[in-house]
């Protein structure tokens, strides 16, 4: 996407990797668990600050991004590599970002989060495997952005589109309900709150 990484020391950078099983729910999904695994452990650090989930993983407060989530699918494995501002945040990126100390909160070292963020995700992994996808994507809608909010989705066609945010599908597409009334599933693309 022609973006630079940046990763000083203090910040937590890391990967898990999840091999699939037969019954899970289908692997793009893990996308929500990693967001809601890393909204709970940046809670458990930081209880104080106020953070909601951007569709699909992003982790804000204040409007600024505090985490970055990719996934990538390997065979029978997903790698979730995960990037959190603990203790510094890029500068100059034309959109807005944060981190923990920039926003008050004493950041832990990335050692101590580790085991925070570890023990989250096997949480929630644990719920979509035995649950399914319907009670990760209600526990996502509980701390992501309202319906309503108003976004502006870039496609990956280079197309952009804006409308108010109208939910989740079953399977976790983005519902964006556009200015004519009729609603379009975003299944990718950068989405940003306006």
Avoid: C
């Avoid at 695994?37 to 940046?42: E, H, K, M």
């Avoid at 804000?60 to 989530?69: E, H, P, W």
């Avoid at 509980?142 to 309503?148: F, P, R, S, T, V």
């Amino acid at each position: 996407m022609g973006r630079d990484w940046q990763s000083p020391i203090g910040n937590f950078y890391g990967s898990i990797l999840v091999r699939l099983r037969p019954e899970d729910p289908l692997p793009p999904t893990l996308a929500f668990v990693a967001a809601l695994a890393v909204y709970d452990a940046l809670k458990e650090v930081a209880p104080q600050l106020d953070l909601l989930i951007k569709w699909p993983n992003d982790i804000l407060s204040g409007g600024a991004k505090i985490s970055g989530i990719l996934l990538e699918r390997r065979d029978d494995a997903v790698i979730i590599g995960m990037g959190i501002n603990l203790a510094f945040h890029p500068q100059g990126l034309g959109r807005p970002v944060t981190s923990l100390s920039a926003l008050g909160a004493s950041p832990p070292t990335p050692q101590e989060f580790q085991p925070i963020l570890a023990l989250s995700f096997s949480h929630w992994l644990g719920l979509w495997r035995a649950g399914g996808l319907p009670d990760i994507l209600a526990a996502w809608q509980a701390q992501a952005h309202a319906k309503g909010t108003p976004l502006s989705v870039h496609l990956p066609d280079g197309q952009s589109i804006e409308g108010v945010f109208d939910g989740l599908d079953v399977q976790g597409a983005l519902q964006l309900r556009l200015a004519d009334g009729a609603v379009r599933a975003i299944h990718a693309g950068d989405v940003f709150l306006i």
